[in-house]
């Protein structure tokens, strides 16, 4: 392996968190007000502007910084040191000062706060035609 730093693809970083909330282009178009070969075009670079990067964060229910720091490895590590192969927490939790389930109700409250988002744009966009 090289000890060269990987670029921050931040293109790859939206098309994972995207498919991490199953979201497919075509959604995230819609929701960005644009269509999906922009979007495809979006994650094949490797930069983004700001402002563009604040719209994609919030259509995906996150923020600029968790698209900015997103890593798989460490999607990849935290459920490894915490969950054994059958779903168990490890003993090796007892160190944490926050409860893993709370994390967990927390994820779902704002996925479930991003699908709100998400109709209550769908629904202006109807009022609007």
Same mark, same amino acid.
């Given at each position: 392996?090289? /000890?060269?730093?990987?670029?921050?693809?931040?293109?790859?970083?939206?098309?994972?968190?995207?498919?991490?909330?199953?979201?497919?282009?075509?959604?995230?178009?819609?929701?960005?007000? /644009?269509?999906?070969?922009?979007?495809?075009?979006?994650?094949?670079?490797? /930069?983004?502007?700001?402002?563009?990067?604040?719209?994609?964060?919030?259509?995906?229910?996150?923020?600029?910084?968790?698209?900015?720091?997103?890593?798989?490895?460490?999607?990849?590590?935290?459920?490894?040191?915490?969950?054994?192969?059958?779903?168990?927490?490890?003993?090796?939790?007892?160190?944490?000062?926050?409860?893993?389930?709370?994390?967990?109700?927390?994820?779902?409250?704002?996925?479930?706060?991003?699908?709100?988002?998400?109709?209550?744009?769908?629904?202006?966009?109807?009022?609007?035609?």
């Amino acid at each position: 392996m090289s /000890t060269l730093t990987k670029t921050n693809h931040i293109g790859r970083k939206i098309s994972r968190i995207r498919e991490l909330r199953d979201m497919k282009q075509e959604a995230l178009a819609q929701a960005l007000g /644009t269509n999906q070969q922009a979007i495809s075009a979006m994650e094949n670079s490797e /930069t983004i502007d700001e402002e563009k990067l604040m719209e994609v964060a919030k259509a995906l229910g996150v923020t600029p910084e968790a698209i900015k720091n997103f890593s798989e490895d460490a999607v990849i590590n935290y459920f490894n040191n915490y969950y054994d192969n059958k779903g168990h927490i490890l003993n090796s939790c007892s160190h944490l000062t926050f409860n893993p389930l709370e994390k967990v109700v927390e994820l779902y409250e704002r996925l479930v706060q991003a699908e709100k988002d998400k109709v209550e744009y769908l629904e202006k966009l109807l009022k609007e035609k």
